[in-house]
């Protein structure tokens, strides 16, 4: 199977699937010196874990990572990093029952006209668990850019009709990851309303990085918000991305969108931040603020109309253990997935000037 390593000059392999033995990533081009240890990955897999609360998957997972390799006494050594999470509590008698059918808004009639066989177990690849490796790889990714005072900060901006009205960390101390307590409580109901109903809902998740130095990306293919989107794409249920104003700067007019440059105390500024931190491909100095749009979840206990994999009209009831609502576990994949870009374009720009390369001397 393609389509496995993302990165050019960090790389990450995932794998493994939903109700195998374990997944886990490889992740190539960490530099040497970093002091990295098991319990700096956990932080941010115990985000993602499922039975955080009433509005994840009761699937019971310590999801505990292993580092076999590219580690010694606590500092990283320059090669490939192996990262294992063992599957602990599969139960995959709860998809006997449609071995033989397609799920509406799954990857199961795809896998099948691509490969000739699916894993109906959980989705195998296609499962919201291979994010894990994403999930582990990123967490030493944004180890790496603290380490140079660069931080990726993901939150909750919407579920459903509910959006945000301010962004204060102080109260993300709730289950769905959103800095405003008031829209927490309002989403929390309905998320109430909806699992009530058998059915589930979507979201979006937002993302700040801040401290990222001018010039990072590339003015042609591989610009940073370009980057950014491939990154945030390629996570499963991520249907929609923008970057800045996103679709409202199509509404805007360029007197309005365009960002003014000032002279600050750090040289040069902006005054506003249309543009998201990105210009031409590169970033610009100022925050790097972007959104991933969420699906709502497709295993719904709702009874729907489908075929079976021989094409004949049936219908369907999913059981099991599902998340009603993605987007609170999704926040850390979405940082960690920008830390990862991050990272790739800052080793990508230690080669860019020859005096960069002098330095070396």
Known sequence: MGGSIFG????VSTWGESHGKAVGAVVDGIPAGLKLCEADIQAYLDRRKPGQSRFTTARSESDTVQILSGVFEGVTTGTPISLMVANKDQRSRDYSNIKDVLRPG?????????YGIR??????????????????????AAKMLNELGITVSAYTRSIGPHEITHVDFDEMNNKLYMPDEKTAAEAAIYLEEAMKEGDSVGGVVECIIKNAPAGLGDPVFDKLD??????????GAVKGFEIGEGFKAALMKGSENNDAFCKGEEGIQKRTNHSGGVLGGMSDGSDIVFRAAFKPTPSISIQQDTVTTGGEDTQIVIAGRHDPVIVPRAVVVVETMAALVVADAVLSNASCQMEYLKCMN
């Open 106 to 114: 799954h990857a199961d009639r795809t896998f099948l006209a691509k």
């Open 226 to 235: 370009a980057s950014l989107a491939y990154a945030m794409l390629s996570i």
């Open 8 to 11: 050019r000059n960090l790389k």
């Open 119 to 140: 894993d109906y177990r959980g989705g195998g690849r296609s499962s919201g668990r291979e994010t894990i490796g994403r999930v582990a790889a990123g967490a030493i």
